[in-house]
């Protein structure tokens, strides 16, 4: 708290000795930071004219009462003996001043505005200080905003605890060589890089002339003239390459055209065998008493043809997989089509959905994907982070904070919401007739049908970046810093139990009938247990942030991705890894599970499709 100036000076009237302290009328019109007391304050703390705690304390020489500095030049005559109130005349009362700097009030960053006022922020900072030592606590706070020194415009602005997590990651870090002229930027781990192989200006000085600059930048490009050479070579031996890479392509497309010809045909005449079968056993067990009729699965080979899907009625729940180890799972396409970074993906029956950066969403048929994408759908304006798909509608939302549903039928927008949320929205689940949605510390839920709000979690620790359901879907789980929170999804909407942890950030999520996995920001993936929340341990393998989990109907495997451009593949019952994937370029951001299909998207702006081979040769057919 500012107060009154230490300059005096004499009355005008020589006898009296009173020295009076003139006051700055432009000093009491700033800003002040809020103040939320701990307790009441005495009534004899609050200023007589706007009944409020007081601020910059002074007293009137004319009546001897005392004001706050800004009431002192509202009024005329005093409130309380109705004396002239002469501006001129005021001095600081040091007696109430030091009363109020004794009072105990909240840190600044531990308090939101209200429309009544400000309240205490439960992720905010929980310091109890005294007003006099208030700059000084909020000075050093660990909550204290603060922006990324590297791109304040671009990345905003962290709490000064969360900055250097920030700076791992940021992607506009400068090069050490930036003051002698280089201009890269990058992650820090890009960065390291850059400065250890391709920086041009390592061996300059800082304070280096023009003229030597020149000189050595002449010496460095003679000594780089067969590596330049040699890129020419390279560059064209990658131009033939690309070239050929466009013809395989093309003759890619026609054989996973053919592969789904030949696989329908497969199915159909699998499909009359299994019938005829099925009548021999209806015949024989009709002639023969106490025969019973075994269904028999189909077995599985290892062909290489990209299988037809199999189509389940709306509503109905997901098919446990009928895969056998040892398998594996293959890459059999590429989908192309989004001009940047692949974020989210969604299935509905058998339609994939991708969006991303470039904000369109896009539909593609899982049965015909060599005619590639069917729709583009248009209304997003900027990032689309997250989409959730059931029944007919799809709903999308990310940075520009609407949420939008989708008729998947008729291939067009059905209804929306702008300003759905005030920050991006980063997850989306759908349960029933609600539809939950999350972002910055809060979580909100809609009535699915029509987009109407229904109810607002607030006050979450940081970024809610991942929500999952349980597999009775009566439980919602949501991940942000160094907690799992977990609430009713039914319609109360209640905190039904947390999972503190320190393993920092959860970035994904994933539930079982016996596990809880969370995917974190330290590259590693953390397993509890569904009903005792206890730590069970941790699976280890990526090098990056787990960006996605996947958890199979039946709880048996897990599929993870990460920034490190890899998916990797759990067995949950031998808590061990069974297949890494790396055929992106780039980090993979989101999976999808259908049937027999694994889809990624990736930064590289591409989605693979792999499918599930059990390794082994052949089958025979039960009869």
């Known amino acids: 708290?500012?107060?009154?100036?230490?300059?005096?000076?004499?009355?005008?009237?020589?006898?009296?000795?009173?020295?009076?302290?003139?006051?700055?009328?432009?000093?009491?019109?700033?800003?002040?930071?809020?103040?939320?007391?701990?307790?009441?304050?005495?009534?004899?703390?609050k200023c007589t004219v706007c009944k409020k705690l007081y601020n910059e304390p002074v007293i009137s020489v004319k009546c001897?009462?005392?004001?706050?500095?800004?009431?002192?030049?509202?009024?005329?005559?005093?409130?309380?003996?109705?004396?002239?109130?002469?501006?001129?005349?005021?001095?600081?009362?040091?007696?109430?001043?030091?009363?109020?700097?004794?009072?105990?009030?909240?840190?600044?960053?531990?308090?939101?505005?209200?429309?009544?006022?400000?309240?205490?922020?439960?992720?905010?900072c929980q310091e109890h200080i005294v007003i006099g030592k208030r700059q000084e606590h909020e000075s050093t706070c660990t909550y204290a905003p603060v922006p990324?020194?590297?791109?304040?415009?671009?990345?905003?602005?962290?709490?000064?605890?969360?900055?250097?997590?920030?700076?791992?990651?940021?992607?506009?870090?400068?090069?050490?060589?930036?003051?002698?002229?280089?201009?890269?930027?990058?992650?820090?781990?890009e960065v390291t890089k850059h400065e250890d192989t391709t920086c041009g200006y390592r061996g300059l000085q800082k304070s280096v002339s023009f003229k030597d600059f020149h000189e050595q930048n002449r010496i460095l490009?003679?000594?780089?003239?067969?590596?330049?050479?040699?890129?020419?070579?390279?560059?064209?031996?990658?131009?033939?390459?690309?070239?050929?890479?466009?013809?395989?392509?093309?003759?890619?497309?026609?054989?996973?055209?053919?592969?789904?010809?030949?696989?329908?045909?497969?199915?159909?005449?699998?499909?009359?065998?299994?019938?005829?079968?099925?009548?021999?056993?209806?015949?024989?067990?009709?002639?023969?008493?106490?025969?019973?009729?075994?269904?028999?699965a189909r077995p599985r080979g290892n062909s290489t043809s990209t299988a037809v899907l199999v189509k389940s009625p709306p509503g109905s729940p997901l098919k446990a997989e009928d895969w056998d180890m040892p398998f594996q799972f293959k890459c059999i396409g590429t989908l192309r089509g989004h001009k940047d970074i692949v974020w989210c993906l969604a299935t509905q029956r058998q339609k994939l959905c991708s969006s991303g950066a470039d904000g369109l969403v896009k539909v593609w048929d899982m049965e015909t994907l060599?005619?590639?994408?069917?729709?583009?759908?248009?209304?997003?304006?900027k990032v689309v982070h997250s989409m959730v798909a059931s029944g007919d509608i799809l709903y999308t939302g990310g940075s520009d904070m609407s949420i939008r549903a989708w008729n998947m039928e008729s291939l067009s927008e059905h209804s929306h919401v702008e300003?759905?949320?005030?920050?991006?929205?980063?997850?989306?689940?759908?349960?029933?007739?609600?539809?939950?949605?999350?972002?910055?510390?809060?979580?909100?839920?809609?009535?699915?049908?029509?987009?109407?709000?229904?109810?607002?979690?607030?006050?979450?620790?940081?970024?809610?970046?991942?929500l999952c359901l349980n597999t009775t879907k009566d439980r919602l789980y949501s991940g942000s810093h160094n907690t799992i929170d977990i609430w009713d999804s039914t319609g109360t909407f209640d905190l039904?139990?947390?999972?503190?942890?320190?393993?920092?950030?959860?970035?994904?999520?994933?539930?079982?009938?016996?596990?809880?996995?969370?995917?974190?920001?330290?590259r590693l993936i953390q397993l509890f247990d569904l009903q005792s929340h206890d730590h069970i341990g941790s699976f280890k393998g990526h090098i990056g942030t787990i960006c996605s989990l996947k958890a199979t109907p039946s709880g048996r495997f897990l599929f993870s991705c990460s920034t490190d451009k890899s998916v990797m593949i759990w067995s949950l019952e031998l808590m061990l890894p069974i297949q890494n994937l790396k055929r992106h370029e780039g980090s993979?951001?989101?999976?999808?599970?259908?049937?027999?299909?694994?889809?990624?998207?990736?930064?590289?702006?591409?989605?693979?499709?792999?499918?599930y081979f059990q390794m082994q040769m052949g089958f025979a057919l039960q009869t």
């Not at 002192?72 to 109430?96: E, G, H, K, M």
């Open 221 to 296: 490009e003679e000594s780089n003239k067969e590596l330049r050479e040699e890129v020419g070579l390279l560059t064209q031996r990658v131009e033939l390459l690309e070239g050929g890479k466009e013809t395989m392509q093309k003759q890619l497309t026609a054989c996973t055209s053919n592969l789904l010809a030949l696989q329908q045909k497969y199915e159909q005449i699998q499909g009359l065998v299994e019938q005829m079968l099925s009548g021999g056993r209806n015949r024989r067990s009709t002639t023969s008493p106490g025969h019973t009729q075994e269904a028999t």
């Open 419 to 466: 300003n759905a949320h005030d920050n991006i929205i980063t997850a989306m689940v759908l349960v029933g007739d609600y539809l939950f949605s999350s972002s910055h510390s809060v979580i909100k839920v809609w009535e699915a049908k029509t987009l109407t709000h229904k109810h607002t979690v607030s006050g979450l620790h940081h970024w809610v970046r991942a």
């Open 64 to 124: 001897g009462h005392t004001f706050c500095s800004k009431c002192a030049f509202r009024i005329t005559r005093c409130p309380i003996d109705s004396q002239p109130c002469d501006t001129t005349q005021l001095v600081v009362n040091r007696i109430v001043v030091g009363q109020i700097e004794d009072l105990l009030i909240h840190c600044r960053y531990g308090v939101i505005k209200t429309d009544n006022g400000f309240t205490t922020d439960p992720s905010g």
């Open 370 to 381: 060599s005619k590639g994408c069917i729709k583009t759908l248009e209304g997003h304006s």
């Open 496 to 522: 039904k139990g947390k999972i503190d942890h320190s393993f920092g950030s959860v970035y994904s999520l994933a539930i079982t009938h016996q596990y809880v996995i969370a995917g974190t920001y330290n």
């Open 1 to 45: 708290m500012a107060f009154l100036s230490e300059t005096y000076k004499l009355e005008e009237d020589e006898k009296s000795p009173i020295k009076t302290q003139p006051v700055n009328r432009d000093s009491i019109n700033g800003d002040e930071p809020p103040i939320l007391l701990i307790d009441e304050p005495s009534p004899h703390l």
């Open 588 to 611: 993979v951001n989101t999976l999808a599970l259908l049937g027999d299909y694994l889809i990624s998207g990736s930064e590289d702006h591409e989605i693979k499709v792999f499918k």
């Open 148 to 189: 990324c020194p590297n791109n304040a415009g671009h990345c905003g602005r962290f709490r000064k605890s969360e900055l250097d997590q920030h700076l791992e990651v940021c992607h506009f870090t400068p090069c050490g060589h930036c003051e002698k002229g280089c201009e890269f930027v990058g992650t820090l781990e």
